[in-house]
């Protein structure tokens, strides 16, 4: 595209251009879910630049936001050296999220900053003992699952197909490359398998579907009428601490709390708040509200809204300083019938 467009002025420059969307591979045998599958969602960009000292600078731009990206969802990774392959290039960078299911294997250096991917040496067997970068005897090895990968690609494309700019003196030159790339399901998949247990499933605060779910009392139950009051009434107050889009109304009454709550322990939504028996009494009535990857805690109905509130600031903290692009918020409650 910016071959057929050239040349462009070096006013334009630096230019990024990102695309979101499907991709197929002709994977040989596809498993581990959505982590390798013949159809996924890919974030790609290029990057275009006067010089390899400012694509330099455009590659440091760029992977210090995937950092951030990365920093923001709370699962443990790793960014690390890697073999620019048959992309080429003279520098690379995959991110990983360490998991035993990973397909690469990764050497990290408890002495120093140091992490590559051991593609870098050749092959597993290839890799030293001793690392690349401090020549310490403190290297492990451990497995990662890559979601993310970065290359510095300079003229390797855009000279053969004639991709140009016009300098500051009016004559045409070589338009130097990046490129950029995170698997956006990959991403979701990966982060699940890192945080779950056989039990529960566990989301990333910033990609859970939703934030809370609410369990009231069972149809027919001797507390339902009473239960319900207090159920609505803090269906309100959460609304105007998370909005309702964040949160999951399960009004299956027909089904036991017992079975609900397995059902949102399932679902790994972050917090489960139950409307039961207990909310009813006269003296002292509690809540319960279960976390994910925590133990049930028996409040009153302030302490939840509390922990709710400081949820919801948890998240916007993680976020604070990221361009928002959409801030116009749907305003829907999930249902599940």
């Given at each position: 595209m910016?071959?057929?467009?050239?040349?462009?002025?070096?006013?334009?420059?630096?230019?990024?251009?990102?695309?979101?969307?499907?991709?197929?591979?002709?994977?040989?045998?596809?498993?581990?879910?959505?982590?390798?599958?013949?159809?996924?969602?890919?974030?790609?960009?290029?990057?275009?630049?006067?010089?390899?000292?400012?694509?330099?600078?455009?590659?440091?731009?760029?992977?210090?936001?995937?950092?951030?990206?990365f920093?923001?969802?709370?699962?443990?990774?790793?960014?690390?050296?890697?073999?620019t392959?048959?992309m080429?290039?003279?520098?690379?960078?995959?991110?990983?999220?360490?998991?035993?299911?990973?397909?690469?294997?990764?050497?990290?250096c408890?002495?120093?900053s140091?992490?590559?991917?051991v593609?870098?040496?050749?092959?597993?067997?290839?890799?030293?003992?001793?690392?690349?970068?401090?020549?310490s005897?403190?290297?492990?090895?451990?497995?990662?699952?890559?979601?993310?990968?970065?290359?510095?690609?300079?003229?390797?494309?855009?000279?053969?197909?004639?991709?140009?700019?016009?300098?500051?003196?009016?004559?045409p030159?070589?338009l130097?490359?990046?490129?950029?790339?995170?698997?956006?399901?990959?991403?979701?998949?990966?982060?699940?398998?890192?945080?779950?247990?056989?039990q529960?499933?566990?989301?990333?605060?910033?990609?859970?579907?939703?934030d809370?779910?609410?369990?009231?009392?069972?149809?027919?139950?001797?507390?339902?009428?009473?239960?319900?009051?207090?159920?609505?009434?803090?269906?309100?107050?959460?609304?105007?601490?998370?909005?309702?889009?964040?949160?999951?109304?399960d009004?299956?009454?027909?089904?036991?709390?017992?079975?609900?709550?397995?059902?949102?322990?399932?679902?790994?939504h972050?917090?489960?708040?139950?409307?039961?028996?207990?909310?009813?009494?006269?003296?002292?009535?509690?809540?319960?509200?279960?976390?994910?990857?925590?133990?049930?805690?028996?409040?009153?109905?302030?302490?939840?809204?509390?922990?709710?509130?400081?949820?919801?600031?948890?998240?916007?903290?993680l976020?604070?300083?990221?361009?928002?692009?959409?801030?116009?918020?749907?305003?829907?409650?999930?249902?599940?019938?």
């Amino acid at each position: 595209m910016l071959a057929s467009t050239a040349p462009i002025s070096y006013r334009q420059l630096p230019l990024r251009l990102y695309q979101i969307g499907p991709k197929f591979r002709d994977e040989l045998k596809s498993r581990f879910g959505l982590m390798r599958a013949k159809e996924f969602l890919m974030k790609d960009m290029y990057s275009f630049d006067v010089s390899a000292e400012a694509a330099a600078e455009s590659y440091a731009t760029v992977t210090a936001a995937y950092e951030r990206f990365f920093r923001q969802l709370e699962v443990p990774f790793v960014q690390v050296e890697a073999a620019t392959g048959m992309m080429g290039g003279s520098q690379s960078h995959e991110y990983h999220f360490i998991s035993p299911v990973g397909e690469d294997t990764l050497l990290q250096c408890s002495n120093c900053s140091y992490a590559g991917n051991v593609e870098v040496f050749g092959s597993d067997t290839d890799a030293p003992s001793a690392c690349p970068k401090c020549q310490s005897a403190q290297l492990s090895r451990v497995r990662g699952v890559e979601v993310a990968h970065t290359f510095l690609l300079g003229d390797k494309y855009s000279k053969p197909l004639g991709a140009t700019f016009l300098n500051t003196t009016g004559k045409p030159k070589t338009l130097i490359m990046g490129c950029f790339g995170i698997g956006i399901t990959r991403v979701v998949a990966a982060a699940l398998e890192v945080l779950s247990t056989e039990q529960e499933l566990r989301w990333p605060k910033l990609l859970a579907p939703y934030d809370v779910c609410i369990i009231g009392p069972k149809a027919g139950s001797k507390e339902q009428a009473p239960a319900e009051r207090i159920e609505h009434e803090l269906l309100q107050q959460l609304m105007q601490i998370c909005g309702a889009e964040q949160l999951l109304h399960d009004e299956r009454k027909e089904l036991t709390i017992g079975k609900r709550l397995l059902d949102a322990k399932r679902l790994g939504h972050p917090l489960t708040i139950v409307v039961g028996a207990k909310a009813t009494q006269a003296e002292a009535p509690k809540l319960e509200l279960h976390t994910s990857g925590g133990e049930k805690q028996e409040l009153d109905v302030a302490q939840v809204l509390q922990l709710v509130a400081t949820h919801e600031q948890h998240k916007q903290q993680l976020v604070e300083g990221t361009e928002q692009t959409d801030t116009k918020r749907s305003q829907r409650v999930g249902h599940v019938h």
